[in-house]
């Protein structure tokens, strides 16, 4: 299992379109990616490759949320969402 922490860059955050996109990407991958944002009220963990577990999230720009990738392919997974989070998941 391996994990890293990330600040969302757009100012829109996860809405349908980045989160659609975000969820095209790790479903490329074999491994399970898991999001954790921690929150004041609880701490959210949604799955990576559900859209409407990332739009459940309700992550915003300037949210820092940790990617949790576990499987075969997860070095590989975790580079990859990090690097489309990094791009501005295509905004």
Same mark, same amino acid.
């Given at each position: 299992?391996? !994990?890293?922490?990330? @600040?969302?860059?757009?100012?829109?955050?996860?809405?349908?379109?980045?989160?659609?996109? &975000?969820?095209?990407?790790?479903?490329? &991958?074999?491994?399970?990616?898991?999001?954790?944002?921690? !929150?004041?009220?609880?701490?959210?963990?949604?799955?990576?490759?559900? @859209?409407?577990?990332?739009?459940?999230?309700?992550?915003?720009?300037?949210?820092?949320?940790?990617?949790?990738?576990?499987?075969?392919?997860?070095?590989?997974?975790?580079?990859?969402?990090?690097?489309?989070?990094?791009?501005?998941?295509?905004?």
């Amino acid at each position: 299992m391996v !994990s890293k922490n990330i @600040v969302i860059k757009n100012p829109t955050g996860l809405h349908l379109r980045p989160a659609g996109l &975000f969820c095209k990407t790790a479903m490329q &991958f074999s491994s399970r990616i898991l999001i954790e944002k921690k !929150s004041k009220a609880e701490d959210i963990t949604a799955n990576a490759k559900s @859209v409407l577990s990332v739009l459940g999230a309700c992550i915003k720009g300037g949210d820092e949320i940790k990617i949790i990738c576990d499987g075969e392919d997860e070095e590989k997974a975790l580079e990859e969402m990090v690097n489309i989070i990094e791009e501005g998941l295509g905004e």
